[in-house]
């Protein structure tokens, strides 16, 4: 039951979307060239490139402190499940606004709801053996994760989607193994959302995971300063 649970929160949040397809922007006669992080704006009219380097805010890190061997071993397990899921609800996140986007474009009800399920087989059958691996942590991680990158907790996202009475049943099916759909991520109060965030972004600084924006603002400077003060 816990595995099908996942797998279906997994399924339901990660579908939606087929392919991503890049498109190049030109708007008001300019078009914007990527190569080798330099951007070059070429102007109607104008023969000169006119070139800048874009470059990324970037957070220093103060150096990890441990008050003990047992803290550190929890945060380096910690670390190891939310770099795992990470990537679910980052995909998560990028498939409901797809598939947000197609919906409102089919008006007829069971035509939305044909396209729904059929997209929902078709990432069961990508995901539904890797989402079978994930423990009862790592599925509470990616709950809170999900509400990250989306803004809504799953319980939400399902109850929109499927049926509230659906909602309700995998909520309680969930509470049998600790796992609560309803969770939301709050770094700034539960201190391991805090150390997830740590991980994060010093994953994302070194380039083990892609980052995303997060549905809601979250300054990881002043997420620091306020726990430092704890």
């Known amino acids: 039951m816990k595995r099908n649970l996942l797998i279906y929160i997994g399924v339901f949040l990660l579908s939606l979307n087929f392919s991503v397809q890049a498109q190049d922007e030109r708007e008001n006669g300019v078009v914007e060239i990527d190569s080798s992080e330099r951007f070059f704006y070429f ?5 000169i490139p006119r070139e800048f380097i874009d470059l990324e805010e970037v957070v220093l890190l103060n150096k990890l402190e441990f008050t003990s061997k047992e803290d550190r071993r929890r945060y380096l397990i910690l670390r190891r499940k939310t770099r795992k899921v990470y990537p679910y609800a980052k995909l998560a996140a990028e498939r409901l606004l797809s598939l947000q986007q197609r919906l409102d474009s ?3 009800k069971r035509l939305r709801k044909k396209y729904t399920k059929r997209i929902q087989k078709y990432i069961e059958g990508e995901f539904s053996e890797r989402l079978k691996k994930l423990t009862r942590t790592e599925g509470q991680i990616l709950v809170k994760l999900i509400y990250r990158q989306t803004g809504r907790t799953a319980f939400d996202l399902v109850k929109e989607l499927r049926t509230g009475w659906r909602a309700f049943w995998y909520n309680t099916t969930a509470s049998m193994f600790d796992i609560s759909l309803k969770k939301e991520y709050k770094p700034f109060e539960v201190k391991e959302d805090y150390l997830i965030e740590d991980i994060l972004e010093r994953s ?21 300063d306020h726990w430092d003060k704890q």
Request: aromatic share 10%; hydrophobic share 40%; proline share 3%.
């Open 43 to 47: 102007v109607e009219g104008d023969t």
């Open 106 to 108: 089919i008006e007829d």
């Open 204 to 224: 994302f600084q070194a380039n083990l995971l892609e980052r995303q924006k997060p549905a809601f603002d979250i300054d990881f400077l002043d997420l620091t």
